[in-house]
């Protein structure tokens, strides 16, 4: 759900002289308005994988003649270790693109906005490790709709919408733990601790979707000097023209199907994505060209 000014923002600086961008691998093709990191990559820029943001900490302390900065992206999963790095002592030469998204604002989102009719919604494990319960709970009480905690082994996602289904049938819209064997109701109470010091909520563009409210991270003011807009005095966009024909953001709004898009195994693939739900293995589009490739329909 990352916005195109960030990665505009990340392709910019990787441009510039002794400055050094570090991002997760899965980062790199994500298109935005001109380029992807992996096209400025192959055109010279300075960026770098790496597995973790304390990865691109050390690489900056190690190297203090050259600017480095770290593309922290992610849901809560990810959030937290942001969080922690930056509550340490950094050194003056690192900073962060900021673009970490929140899971509950967007579901309230969805049932705000009533596109579609949606009966339950799973609710993503490793997310929920973090946060636990309590922030979906004021949404299915507000709406009663299903929220089912889910693990990600098939029997997980059966389980998830077997209880989605029985709440159906009697009328309930509650908030259930199928994973109880990694989500306490609390979640991490550490990371969420971290969270709170290092991170503000604020209103955030989501590709596709639209602008939602507190449904971002942005770094605190005693962190602010970490904040690569900031250090390098880069403007956010306003707007986003959306690539011709691309329909991703009806496909992540639950609108259509991937095969539904014009642009889809066409002039968007897996190799050349022109959206977002075409880079990611775990992406709609990426998984219905996968499954279309080997002879198998899927209706997602």
């Not at 973090?130 to 507000?142: A, D, L, N, T, V």
């Not at 609390?186 to 590709?207: H, P, Q, T, V, Y």
């Not at 539904?260 to 977002?276: E, H, I, M, S, Y």
């Amino acid at each position: 759900m990352t916005s195109p000014d960030e990665i505009d923002a990340a392709v910019e600086l990787s441009q510039r002289p002794n400055t050094v961008v570090t991002s997760f691998g899965d980062m790199l093709r994500v298109p935005s308005s001109n380029y992807s990191l992996s096209d400025i990559k192959a055109k010279g820029g300075n960026v770098r994988v790496v597995y973790s943001i304390h990865d691109a900490v050390e690489l900056a302390r190690n190297d203090p003649d050259n600017e480095y900065v770290h593309f922290a992206i992610g849901f809560e999963t990810t959030a937290p270790t942001t969080a922690i790095e930056l509550l340490k002592e950094c050194p003056g030469n690192f900073s962060v693109i900021c673009s970490h998204r929140l899971i509950p604002p967007a579901i309230a989102h969805l049932l705000r906005i009533g596109e579609i009719k949606i009966n339950g919604f799973i609710c993503p494990g490793h997310v929920s490790t973090i946060i636990g319960k309590e922030p979906y709970e004021q949404i299915s009480k507000r709406h009663n709709v299903p929220q089912i905690i889910a693990g990600f082994e098939p029997i997980d996602v059966l389980i998830a919408v077997a209880m989605i289904i029985q709440q159906v049938n009697d009328g309930r819209g509650e908030v259930q733990n199928e994973y109880t064997r990694s989500v306490r109701s609390a979640g991490n109470i550490k990371a969420r601790g971290a969270l709170a010091k290092a991170f503000n909520m604020c209103d955030s563009e989501w590709r596709g979707i639209g602008r939602i409210k507190e449904s971002a991270y942005s770094l605190r003011g005693k962190l602010s000097h970490y904040d690569a807009f900031k250090k390098f005095g880069l403007k956010r966009q306003t707007s986003y023209q959306v690539p011709k024909g691309c329909r991703c953001g009806e496909v992540l709004r639950g609108l259509i199907y991937p095969q539904q898009c014009p642009l889809f195994n066409k002039a968007c693939t897996p190799t050349r994505p022109v959206g977002p739900c075409a880079v990611s293995r775990e992406g709609a589009c990426h998984i219905a060209m996968r499954s279309s490739e080997s002879g198998r329909i899927v209706s997602l």
